[in-house]
């Protein structure tokens, strides 16, 4: 059975880090474009970024492009997120999903539970 598996998420002050990751079960990153979404209270699921199977390729949302910086290990069926500068707006709920190539949701076809992101100004 497909899943994906979030962790990371807490809180940190304005200009903190942190890292997320995302871990497969299953067949969920085998071949898929994976890619990080997030959700404010009362704000639709936007697109964060994604990568492509072989990890050489990247592309990022405006609002988080020179910040974010998405990677993944294959061998570990896991996706990372790695979070710099951040932002009392970057609070949301973090997603990572599978799919094909898109910043829609429906695009994407697996989902994780999604981590809290807290940044305190």
């Known amino acids: 059975q497909e899943q994906l598996v979030e962790s990371g998420g807490g809180l940190v002050q304005t200009g903190g880090s942190l890292r997320l990751s995302c871990a497969a079960a299953?067949?969920?990153?085998?071949?898929?474009?994976l890619g990080w979404f997030r959700q404010a209270p009362g704000k639709e699921r936007e697109f964060g970024g994604d990568?492509?199977?072989?990890?050489?390729?990247?592309y990022y949302a405006d609002s988080v492009k020179g910040r974010f910086t998405i990677s993944r290990d294959n061998a570990k069926a896991t996706l990372y997120l790695q979070m710099n500068s951040l932002k009392p707006e970057d609070t949301a709920v973090y997603y990572c999903?599978?799919?094909?190539?898109?910043?829609?949701?429906?695009?994407?076809?697996?989902w994780g539970q999604g981590t809290q992101v807290t940044v305190s100004s």
């Open positions: 999903a599978a799919g094909r190539r898109s910043q829609r949701t429906h695009e994407y076809a697996y």
């Open positions: 990568i492509n199977w072989s990890g050489d390729y990247t």
């Open positions: 299953g067949r969920s990153s085998s071949g898929y474009v």
